[in-house]
T-cell receptor, first 110, second 116 residues
Framework: GQQLNQSPQSMFIQEGEDVSMNCTSS?????WLWYKQDPGEGPVLLIA?????ELTSNGRLTAQFGITRKDSFLNISASIPSDVGIYFCAGLGSNYKLTFGKGTLLTVNP | GAVVSQHPSRVICKSGTSVKIECRSL??????MFWYRQFPKQSLMLMATSNEGSKATYEQGVEKDKFLINHASLTLSTLTVTSAHPEDSSFYIC????????????FGSGTQLSVL
């Protein structure tokens, strides 16, 4: 099925640094979601975005729904070791199904 | 947030046996649940949409006779991997939505299936 283009594929950063990752699509989505997945666990919802242009924060996380409805970014500020994991973007289309990005593997060095 | 419980978290079985995985929405009713499959270091791939009271809808390339889905109540969907083979070994994850539009999906903790 269709997949979103998520980048970067992986990131290695120092504790305290800010992180940015994004997703782009050739299709329009009605909702963008960002999830974090730890090894051996299911994805956990971080932020949900429902309107084009929407900017939403959840603690140190900030995400935006692109104005064209074809992209979204996630920023993590002042990273900490527990931010380690795989981050997935997901777009909800008119068929009410989620399309996932390929994920961004984040490693935080203490 | 909403809680989705998935059981078992890990199962090891012999080739040829069938394995049932349960997905429960604990604090809300879910008319729709989804089943995903995830290979190591890869994204989630939607297998099927489970609809309460009706037949599941399978994605292209997913064998419905191989992966039996039953959504008998508003809080429970089951996935049965029939006559499992080593190539069926994977991480299976369910999700459930509070609303018909599925704009906020919550995921179970996943089931790691290993077929010997």
């Amino acid at each position: 099925g269709q997949q979103l283009n998520q980048s970067p594929q992986s990131m290695f950063i120092q504790e305290g640094e800010d992180v940015s990752m994004n997703c782009t699509s050739s299709s329009i989505f009605n909702t963008w979601l960002w999830y974090k997945q730890d090894p051996g666990e299911g994805p956990v919802l971080l932020i949900a975005l429902y309107k084009a242009g929407e900017l939403t924060s959840n603690g140190r996380l900030t995400a935006q729904f692109g104005i064209t409805r074809k992209d979204s970014f996630l920023n993590i500020s002042a990273s900490i070791p527990s931010d380690v994991g795989i981050y997935f973007c997901a777009g909800l289309g008119s068929n009410y199904k989620l399309t996932f990005g390929k994920g961004t593997l984040l490693t935080v060095n203490p | 947030g909403a809680v989705v419980s998935q059981h078992p978290s890990r199962v090891i079985c012999k080739s040829g046996t069938s394995v049932k995985i349960e997905c429960r929405s604990l604090d809300f009713q879910a008319t729709t649940m989804f089943w995903y499959r995830q290979f190591p270091k890869q994204s989630l791939m939607l297998m099927a949409t489970s609809n309460e009271g009706s037949k599941a809808t399978y994605e292209q390339g997913v064998e419905k006779d191989k992966f039996l889905i039953n959504h008998a109540s508003l809080t429970l969907s089951t996935l049965t991997v029939t006559s499992a083979h080593p190539e069926d070994s994977s991480f299976y994850i369910c999700s459930a939505s509070r609303t018909a539009a599925n704009e906020k999906l919550f995921f179970g903790s996943g089931t790691q299936l290993s077929v010997l």
